[in-house]
């Protein structure tokens, strides 16, 4: 595996001009993405721009088709396996819009999950009261209330308690790469923040987190390493924090404006 | 001999037959009884009209009509059976009062009614036969008054062929400790068998009793169950009812359930049905006094060339009563549900409080559902809603699911559990819950699902 020398950190995602389109109509065309273990990426873009494309080709959703391009995860074709196989491999879509699950708990949900992965890296299952054990410290780890747990997965709750509830779902299952797709839209200050305090908690030198969102305002309280542009399917401009200041004050026409003028 | 009368000559041999053997036993009340239904089926016929015919519109009927099934004439049941042999069909536990019927008759070595307390004025639950027999009263004067045969074929068949089934009395301010399980057990020792299982339960004032009625096979074998149960609640009296239709994968059944319920009576009725070929549960239930209250659960699960047909009828007769209505139904290969049935609300039911809901997943694009309760409301101040949905895996939801690391099949799994255990999980009697859990939970199909949008 790559090392680089400025971060130390070892190459988890490597994706090289990934073209996607839905229903026969391009949304991705030729992204370029590296991503280090240790770091934080932002991917910023306007409404449209492709960033959920982003996220949901990389998670493997079948509603998409790549058309071309090459995503390596640890090495290994990410587009090749199934999206439990990634998920089992470590990576972690929050979903902008987290989907209820009618009847079935949270705790048996996580608990097979949490199996499927122990088994597919070739671990013994977890007993059920170590599971209950792990779970307690995840709901207190991220502050999240304890009776949403005994209730069925997303059903009923809140915008909030959805999205607090993927980010437990992450704590549990401890991804190498965790996307995080517009999780803080939609939220209170409040709630954004319990959100980003989870996700910090979360970081450490061997992960790597991806922020798809369309505002500044989630990244005053999770710092990134690199902030990427993405407009019309491709990232047009990298830079670090001050890039993501620069759009919060400017917008994004600008950027637009230089992207057409060929600067 | 006209056409229908001939279809019928099977029924017709069978019924002389057994009015020529159960003459000599069966009290004047019974034979005459039976004379009256008799004339009744031979009247109507099996409901095969395609035009016209509302109750039975996405039924046929017509393959059960033609194949001409006898009823055995024993008096005695099958003796080699076993429990073991039950055991492997139907809930079973020694702490329960069993009833055993076999091809529709009593078999008392395969009951135990040791549960039961003994003595005048106490909780009576017998065999039907030995109840005609023995001059019970409250038989003759509630036998079929609740059942009716005017307009229903296989009502007056089943009491034109009436011979056994269950009697239970329970007497005012009486609680019935042990659950009481009727079972029906088809043998497969008869071929193309018709039985004709009765079912009388009496529930006095303010008494409480739990009964299960099992219907089983064991034998794969086509034959004909076309049982009826009558159930009438005094005041304040508390019910708890389960049905289980686990029939052959071959058999044809029509079960009819008519409840009657007094002032602040309150049944909670379970049916879960997952065998037959063609079944037909057809339910009524009057609420006919301020107060009375019924709830009303329904699991079903086929697959194949599986047909099922649930009617389900509630009429609110008196004001201040309630009922709630909640069936699902999983559906695989080609196989069908019908939901139909109205809840009527009367001109003086005011204050009626009514909930109907049908809910059914498909996991085939061959399966296929009608789902068409109605509501009928004659009053003014009342509060009712009715709804019935039918749709596939939702492919979004399974892509979450995978999303977390699970395949498509243990996802559809836990999906189509969790959607079943919404019923299983509102049965009180523990045994019988985990029974029906493990039931349903080892006949989720595994291979080839199809999956849909929103």
């Known amino acids: 595996m790559a090392q680089d020398v400025e971060s130390g950190g070892q190459t988890l995602l490597d994706v090289r001009g990934l073209r996607a389109s839905v229903a026969g109509l391009e949304i991705l065309k030729g992204v370029d993405l590296t991503v280090k273990t240790g770091e934080v990426h932002a991917i910023m873009g306007p409404n449209g721009s492709g960033k959920s494309t982003l996220a949901n080709v990389l998670a493997g959703k079948p509603d998409y088709q790549v ?3 090459q995503v390596l995860y640890q090495g290994a074709d990410l587009l090749s396996m199934e999206p439990e196989i990634r998920a089992r491999l470590g990576v972690f879509l929050a979903f902008q819009y987290p ?3 009618p009847g079935v708990r949270a705790w048996q949900f996580l608990k097979a999950a949490v199996d499927a992965q122990r088994e597919h890296a070739g671990e013994e299952e977890l007993s059920a009261r170590a599971f209950d054990r792990m779970l307690k410290e995840k709901v207190e780890l991220v502050e999240i209330d304890p009776e949403l747990v005994k209730r069925a997965v997303n059903e009923g709750f809140s915008g909030g308690e959805k999205k607090r509830n993927e980010i437990l779902q992450m704590a549990v299952l401890q991804p190498k790469l965790a996307i995080l797709d517009e999780t803080d839209s939609g939220l209170d200050i409040d709630a954004l923040r319990i959100v980003a305090d989870g996700v910090n908690k979360l970081r450490n030198s061997s992960n790597a987190v991806v922020l798809v969102t369309h505002y500044q305002r989630i990244l005053n309280y999770i710092t990134p390493d690199q902030v990427h542009v993405l407009i019309d399917g491709r990232i047009v401009r990298s830079g670090g924090p001050e890039l993501a200041h620069e759009l919060e004050e400017r917008g994004y026409d600008w950027i637009k404006e230089a992207v057409d003028a060929g600067v | 001999m006209t056409q229908t009368s001939m279809k019928l000559q099977t029924y017709r041999t069978g019924f002389d037959a057994l009015l020529q053997e159960a003459e000599a036993t069966d009290p004047q009340w019974l034979t005459d009884l039976r004379r009256e239904a008799w004339s009744r089926f031979n009247k109507l016929g099996f409901p095969t009209a395609r035009r016209g015919n509302e109750k039975w519109k996405y039924t046929s009927v017509r393959p059960l009509a033609a194949a001409n099934f006898d009823s055995p004439l024993v008096i005695n049941p099958p ?10 069909v139907a809930p079973w536990n020694d702490a329960w009062t069993n009833l055993v019927f076999l091809d529709g008759h009593f078999a008392g070595y395969l009951s135990n009614l040791s549960n039961l307390e003994n003595g005048a004025g106490q909780i009576t639950v017998t065999n039907l036969a030995d109840a005609i027999a023995s001059g019970n009263p409250d038989v003759q004067s509630q036998l079929a008054k609740h059942a009716d045969t005017d307009d229903d074929g296989f009502t007056a068949l089943n ?13 005012a301010g009486r609680i019935a400790d042990a659950p009481v399980h009727l079972i029906f ?6 071929e193309h068998a018709a039985s004709y299982p009765r079912t009388l339960l009496l529930a006095g004032a303010n008494s409480r009793v739990t009964v299960l009625e099992s219907y089983v096979s064991l034998a794969q074998a086509p034959y004909f169950t076309n049982a009826v149960t009558e159930i009438v609640l005094e005041d304040g009296a508390q019910v708890e009812h389960y049905r289980l239709l686990l029939e052959s994968a071959d058999a044809f059944h029509v079960g009819t359930s008519r409840v009657h319920q007094s002032k602040d009576s309150t049944i909670s009725s379970a049916s879960f049905a997952k065998g037959a070929a063609m079944a037909r549960q057809d339910v009524q239930v009057i609420l006919d006094a301020p107060g009375a209250s019924c709830s009303l659960n329904g699991l079903y699960m086929t697959s194949g060339e599986q047909h099922i047909d649930n009617l389900i009828n509630i009429d609110h007769a008196k004001p201040y009563t309630k009922s709630r209505l909640f069936y699902k139904g999983i559906l695989d290969g080609k196989s069908k549900a019908v939901f139909g049935g109205t809840v009527l609300v009367r001109k003086d039911a005011q204050k009626t409080d009514a909930q109907q809901t049908d809910k059914n997943l498909l996991l085939s694009r061959q399966a296929e559902v009608d789902s068409k309760p109605s509501l009928l409301i004659y009053a003014d101040d009342v509060q009712c809603a009715h709804g019935a949905t039918a749709g596939h ?3 979004d939801t399974l892509f979450y699911m995978q999303s977390r690391g699970l395949d498509r099949e243990t996802a559809s799994r836990i999906l189509i559990h969790a959607f079943a255990s919404q019923i299983i999980d509102t049965v009180e009697l523990e045994p019988l819950r985990d029974y029906l859990d493990d039931l349903f939970l080892a006949a989720i199909p595994t291979a080839s699902l199809e999956f849909g949008s929103r």
């Not at chain 2, 009491?159 to 007497?171: E, M, Q, S």
């Open chain 2, 393 to 395: 895996i939702d492919k």
């Open chain 1, 99 to 101: 989907v209820e699950l």
């Open chain 1, 67 to 69: 058309t071309s391009g």
């Open chain 2, 185 to 190: 057990a088809t043998t497969g020792q008869f």
């Open chain 2, 79 to 88: 003796e080699n059976i076993n429990v073991a042999d039950l055991r492997r």
């Open chain 2, 159 to 171: 009491t034109a062929f009436l011979r056994d089934g269950a009697f239970v009395n329970i007497p």
